[in-house]
């Protein structure tokens, strides 16, 4: 089901038959993993599986951490460290966390801190565009002119 058409659409590779690409959310990286982030990695590691062990699909998964974010330089700043020290810290617990899970470890791993100028000049183009809007030094997604 496409969550954006709201139907059934056949599920169309880009770069060959058999390869199919992934993006995936990780974890914010501020605090120790949870029941809540288990379960959310079991169930995608689970249709992750099926797509390669059952119907063949070579899965080229990439996974996003967020690295850098308001909680993680709170958390930062109560401890006295550098907010890199914090996320790398947790980030390992986390992929030694989903190996004690037996869930397979992405392809590729990107973190926001190594896109910043990226991920600025992206929300520059929404909110240029008329989505987003800025308030009190935050960015909002406009959702009824997205709708």
Same mark, same amino acid.
């Given at each position: 089901?496409?969550?954006?058409?709201?139907?059934?659409?056949?599920?169309?590779?880009?770069?060959?038959?058999?390869?199919?690409?992934?993006? /995936?959310?990780?974890?914010?990286?501020? &605090?120790?993993?949870? *029941?809540?982030?288990?379960?959310?990695? @079991?169930? +995608? #590691?689970? $249709?992750?599986?099926?797509?390669?062990?059952?119907?063949?699909?070579?899965?080229?998964?990439? /996974?996003?951490?967020?690295?850098?974010? &308001?909680?993680?330089? *709170?958390?930062?700043?109560?401890?006295? @460290?550098? +907010? #890199?020290? $914090?996320?790398?810290?947790?980030?390992?617990?986390?992929?030694?966390?989903?190996?004690?899970?037996?869930?397979?470890?992405?392809?590729?791993?990107?973190?926001?801190?190594?896109?910043?100028?990226?991920?600025?000049? +992206?929300?520059?183009?929404?909110?240029?565009?008329?989505?987003?809007?800025?308030?009190?030094?935050?960015?909002?997604?406009?959702?009824?002119?997205?709708?």
């Amino acid at each position: 089901m496409n969550s954006l058409s709201n139907k059934k659409e056949l599920l169309e590779l880009r770069e060959g038959k058999d390869i199919l690409t992934w993006y /995936m959310c990780g974890p914010t990286v501020y &605090d120790h993993s949870h *029941m809540g982030h288990a379960k959310t990695y @079991i169930c +995608f #590691d689970t $249709i992750r599986r099926i797509l390669t062990d059952y119907f063949g699909l070579r899965v080229h998964l990439c /996974m996003n951490i967020t690295d850098i974010d &308001d909680k993680i330089i *709170m958390r930062a700043n109560e401890r006295g @460290i550098k +907010f #890199d020290e $914090i996320s790398r810290a947790m980030e390992t617990e986390f992929f030694n966390d989903c190996a004690r899970l037996n869930i397979r470890l992405p392809n590729v791993i990107t973190r926001v801190s190594e896109y910043v100028p990226e991920i600025v000049e +992206f929300i520059e183009k929404i909110i240029k565009n008329g989505f987003a809007y800025e308030s009190a030094g935050s960015v909002y997604f406009d959702v009824i002119k997205y709708s």
